[in-house]
């Protein structure tokens, strides 16, 4: 039963443009979310996150929405860049419980 | 500073074979996590360990892996045997103040 559902499996974006990442959850108790990037052959790093009292959080070219009425966040990449290609994995939180990824979204900006 | 250091980078076994992992996390972080990516999924927690002791392997298959962390620094993640399903990237973290910073991963692969 998965708790974090990453629907798209990849995205292609041209270079400048928008890239919205999305993920939704299941259970309303988690507090903390965070994204995390990975390139190939390196472990996942830390990009931006959001507790569950804001419902936007800006770093940049990074910006994550939460709408907690609909256990939904995404992640807007503006403008997107050729280095951003990567694999895009969201993860909660909630408490002492560890942190719960989804399955990622392969993103590719096309320059 | 000093990534989370793990080694080796590949490796490649028989099934029913044995293998053990090995990671040295960024200095000072009291928290250590072994996460298994299988590919096309996201990372998933087998143990974590708070200084030398465990706090949660709920989700560690016990009849096989094994994992230690004597002296609450470096750590050992064993399996015994191995299995076809047990290929995957192998993922150690280690945290301070609740972020999460991975190694590079040490991908397995079981023949």
């Not at chain 1, 798209?8 to 999305?22: A, F, K, T, Y």
């Amino acid at each position: 039963d998965q708790q974090v559902k990453q629907n798209s499996p990849s995205l292609s974006v041209q270079e400048g443009r928008i890239s919205i990442l999305n993920c939704d959850y299941t259970n309303s108790m988690f507090d903390y979310f965070l994204w995390y990037k990975k390139y190939p052959a390196e472990g996942p790093t830390f990009l931006i996150s959001i507790s569950s009292i804001k419902d936007k959080n800006e770093d940049g070219r990074f910006t994550v929405f939460l709408n907690k009425s609909a256990k939904h966040l995404s992640l807007h990449i503006v403008p997107s860049q050729p280095g951003d290609s990567a694999v895009y994995f969201c993860a909660v939180l909630s408490g002492n419980t560890p942190l719960v990824f989804g399955k990622g979204t392969r993103l590719s900006v096309i320059a | 500073e000093a990534g989370v250091a793990q080694s080796p980078r590949y490796k490649i076994i028989e099934k029913r074979q044995s293998v053990a992992f090995w990671c040295n996390p960024i200095s000072g972080h009291a928290t250590l996590y072994w996460y298994q990516q299988i590919l096309g999924q996201g990372p998933k927690l087998l143990i974590q360990f708070q200084n030398n002791g465990v706090v949660d392997d709920s989700q560690l298959p016990k009849d096989r892996f094994s994992a230690e962390r004597l002296k609450g620094v470096d750590s050992t993640l064993k399996i015994q045997p191995a299995k076809l399903e047990d290929s995957a990237v192998y993922l150690c973290a280690s945290s301070f103040t609740g972020k999460l910073f991975f190694g590079s991963g040490t991908q397995l692969s079981v023949l």
